[in-house]
């Protein structure tokens, strides 16, 4: 018994740290969006890659989202979607803390865990694949490799919540 608790309280820790880390990002993106939306922006209008790479640019400039209010759009679904993901998360995250207690069965709070951790890695799902369709991996390596940690934490988490 005092494994499965143990075991419980890590699975519960794992969630939370998922949804601190991604509040942060929900509250950045909403009080000082700029510092992201400036950044998905460029990346939609394949702006480092025309300045860059103008040869490859050419072969794949007929995917670039250059409209600023389409690209605004794009930028507060993302902010929707980050939004459910983080209350999924901070629901996951209770559900969890509950079942350690004993007041709630341990699969609903891993249900509603694993719900909230798809959720997390869907955002760096999308990120990888919509980055793809924009080739930014030539000139926002970073942002692809941010993307790729998030998406193995996202999957680590998943797979530690189905083990217990």
Same mark, same amino acid.
Request: with cysteine.
């Given at each position: 018994? *005092?494994?499965?608790?143990? %075991?419980? #309280? @890590?699975? /519960?820790?794992?969630?939370? +740290?998922? !949804?601190?880390?991604?509040?942060?990002?929900?509250?950045?993106?909403?009080?000082?969006?700029?510092?992201?939306?400036?950044?998905?922006?460029?990346?939609?209008?394949?702006t480092r890659m025309r300045?860059?790479?103008?040869?490859?640019?050419?072969?794949?400039?007929?995917?670039?989202?250059?409209?600023?209010?389409?690209?605004?759009?794009?930028?507060?679904? *993302?902010?929707?979607?980050? %939004?459910? #993901? @983080?209350? /999924?998360?901070?629901?996951? +995250?209770? !559900?969890?803390?509950?079942?350690?207690?004993?007041?709630?069965?341990?699969t609903t709070g891993r249900?509603?865990?694993?719900?909230?951790?798809?959720?997390?890695?869907?955002?760096?799902?999308?990120?990888?694949?919509?980055?793809?369709?924009?080739?930014?991996?030539?000139?926002?390596?970073?942002?692809?490799?941010?993307?790729?940690?998030?998406?193995?934490?996202?999957?680590?988490?998943? %797979?530690?919540?189905?083990?217990?």
């Open positions: 018994m *005092i494994f499965e608790t143990t %075991v419980i #309280a @890590a699975q /519960a820790a794992c969630v939370f +740290f998922l !949804a601190a880390w991604l509040t942060i990002g929900v509250l950045d993106n909403i009080f000082h969006s700029a510092l992201n939306s400036t950044v998905t922006a460029e990346v939609l209008d394949m300045e860059e790479f103008p040869e490859a640019y050419e072969a794949v400039a007929h995917r670039r989202i250059s409209d600023a209010s389409v690209q605004k759009w794009l930028f507060a679904i *993302i902010v929707v979607w980050e %939004v459910v #993901a @983080a209350i /999924a998360l901070w629901s996951g +995250f209770a !559900a969890m803390l509950m079942a350690a207690l004993g007041q709630v069965d341990p249900s509603l865990a694993m719900l909230g951790a798809l959720l997390f890695t869907s955002i760096w799902v999308g990120f990888l694949v919509g980055g793809n369709w924009f080739c930014y991996w030539f000139c926002h390596e970073g942002a692809q490799n941010t993307h790729y940690q998030m998406t193995i934490w996202g999957i680590a988490t998943m %797979v530690l919540l189905v083990v217990g």
